[in-house]
């Protein structure tokens, strides 16, 4: 009798930090306990399109799976009687739960939570309205105002309004702001689109950059503070892991400065003192259960320099899982090894879809 959990895991996705996803599935599927699970694979393609994947995990670095012959088309269905897979040749593939490694736009934002929510298959992490709050730093900003969690001065503006009081609108930045200013897009991964004002001028470009990833832009103070993440997972009551710290190679941990340049570092445990780190995962689990998050998320904040306050700066519901990402090595770090942590996860997903 086979008692093994079919697993479904999607990696790709129509987003900006398509190239990350392939990598963090690679991951994943490289430290799963195969004697627990008959695992299947989706892959999405840069332009939206849907595949059953079944060929070398080695492909999927440099987007080389797109090419394999193994590839049937196939997708998620909303219809709770297959709770599964459809493919092209009408066979029907029952899932016990998913685990969508796609990280950014069209993955992390809620949409493809949702339809794992309709279709009623038990999925890792957050659900559809928490993915989307956290995706959006706006929202996730104005939750933790209300919920006195200490975070950075900020302000946000859509493209429309940009448009029209353009000026205006930069003269205020500064004004409740100063400079520098870090300008963000609400809704986008990876640092992608983040840029550090310096002056008034600077400031004007960074909104045009910012806004080519969304319609909507996040400005904040600059916060002169050492970059720390706390890993936590769990559905009621969660749990942090250790606290780690970022030196970032650039001027700010930008998307080049995370996967491309070797001279950022990872320090874990983060260089500050105990109770700080204490502090940080006190926030981190408030931050968590504040903004709705379930299975799994990294929470980052600034430990400023001067007078050690602890700020958030945001939450990453599907935190990467490459070799060098965070948030498994945060979770070795006290103990729980790779392949522990993904049936960790896997079981907060079942016990949440209550299957167990």
């Known amino acids: 009798m086979n008692n093994k959990i079919t697993l479904g895991i999607l990696f790709g996705g129509v987003s900006s930090e398509h190239d990350i996803s392939c990598i963090s599935a690679k991951g994943i599927i490289s430290n ?5 699970y008959n695992v299947v694979l989706i892959g999405i393609t840069k332009e939206g399109r849907w ?16 090419y394999s012959k193994s590839l049937v088309p196939a997708f998620i269905s909303p219809d709770t009687s297959v709770h599964g897979i459809v493919t092209s040749r009408g066979e029907i593939i029952r899932l016990d739960v998913v685990f969508p490694v796609l990280h950014g736009k069209n993955g992390e934002d809620g949409t493809v939570q949702g339809l794992l929510q309709m279709a009623q298959i038990p999925f ?10 956290c995706m959006d730093k706006a929202f996730a900003n104005a939750i933790s105002d209300a919920f006195d969690i200490p975070q950075a001065k900020w302000c946000s503006v859509t493209y429309y309004d940009y448009k029209k009081n353009t000026q205006d609108i930069l003269d205020a930045a500064v004004k409740k702001l100063g400079l520098p200013i870090f300008v963000k897009p609400a809704n986008a991964g990876s640092s992608v689109g983040i840029s550090k004002a310096h002056t008034k001028e600077e400031l004007a470009a960074a909104m045009e950059k910012a806004f080519k990833e969304d319609k909507k832009v996040v400005l904040e103070e600059f916060i002169d503070g050492f970059e720390v993440e706390c890993a936590v997972m769990g559905n009621a009551e969660p749990v942090a892991a250790e606290v780690g710290q970022i030196v970032a190679a650039a001027e700010f941990y930008d998307y080049d400065a995370k996967y491309n340049n070797p001279q950022s570092q990872l320090h874990i445990p983060a260089e500050i003192p105990q109770e700080k780190r204490n502090e940080v995962k006190a926030q981190a689990i408030k931050a968590y259960k504040a903004l709705g998050c379930e299975g799994l998320a990294r929470v980052d904040f600034f430990v400023t320099k001067d007078d050690g306050r602890v700020l958030l700066n945001e939450i990453n519901t599907i935190p990467g899982q490459t070799p060098i990402s965070m948030y498994p090595k945060l979770f070795e770090a006290v103990g729980v090894p790779y392949s522990q942590l993904i049936n960790k996860l896997v079981d907060f997903a079942l016990q949440r879809g209550g299957r167990i």
């Open 32 to 36: 799963l306990d195969y004697g627990r």
């Open 51 to 66: 595949f059953l994947y079944n060929d070398d995990i080695g492909l999927l670095e440099n987007d080389r799976w797109i």
């Open 124 to 133: 890792v992490g957050c659900d559809a309205t928490s993915s989307g709050v």
